[in-house]
């Protein structure tokens, strides 16, 4: 089984691009603490490549900017190479699956989602109800 589930900040706008087969993809990377304190008395940050495709990948664009709370599911995948001085490296992406959205909640408010558009509208977007509307069935 290779699932991991991590809930940190985006470092970075993310980037949607095309693959060359018409796919769409985006990377971004995420910012996790540790639980625990260094010998300076401060939590360590951990750095995570992230990347996404198709409308997984739109929605990230479109709803997470640069500093967005967010979870992430997926799984751990590594790359290796050689460089020009014949040293192998590896590196570590997560390939999600899944994301959504992880703000804070502040005062017992209900949290609002980062947009790139703006904020969103505090009522989800529907229209609001009067008190004249009791023909509801329920």
């Given at each position: 089984m290779n699932t991991i589930v991590i809930l940190g900040n985006i470092g970075q706008e993310p980037e949607l691009k095309m693959s060359k087969s018409g796919t769409s993809y985006c990377r971004f990377s995420i910012a996790t603490s540790r639980r625990f304190k260094n010998e300076d008395g401060e939590y360590d940050t951990d750095w995570h490549d992230v990347v996404c495709f198709?409308?997984?990948?739109?929605?990230?664009?479109?709803?997470?900017?640069?500093?967005?709370?967010?979870?992430?599911?997926?799984?751990?995948?590594?790359?290796?190479?050689?460089?020009?001085?014949?040293?192998?490296?590896k590196s570590w992406t997560i390939?999600?699956?899944?994301?959504?959205?992880?703000?804070?909640?502040?005062?017992?408010?209900?949290?609002?989602?980062?947009?790139?558009?703006?904020?969103?509208?505090?009522?989800?977007?529907?229209?609001?109800?009067?008190?004249?509307?009791?023909?509801?069935?329920?």
């Amino acid at each position: 089984m290779n699932t991991i589930v991590i809930l940190g900040n985006i470092g970075q706008e993310p980037e949607l691009k095309m693959s060359k087969s018409g796919t769409s993809y985006c990377r971004f990377s995420i910012a996790t603490s540790r639980r625990f304190k260094n010998e300076d008395g401060e939590y360590d940050t951990d750095w995570h490549d992230v990347v996404c495709f198709g409308k997984t990948a739109e929605f990230v664009d479109k709803y997470f900017s640069k500093g967005s709370r967010i979870a992430v599911q997926g799984e751990l995948q590594s790359s290796t190479w050689i460089s020009e001085g014949n040293e192998t490296h590896k590196s570590w992406t997560i390939h999600a699956s899944q994301v959504d959205f992880a703000e804070r909640r502040t005062n017992g408010d209900t949290p609002v989602p980062a947009r790139k558009d703006g904020p969103k509208e505090p009522d989800g977007g529907f229209a609001k109800m009067s008190e004249e509307d009791d023909d509801l069935p329920f």
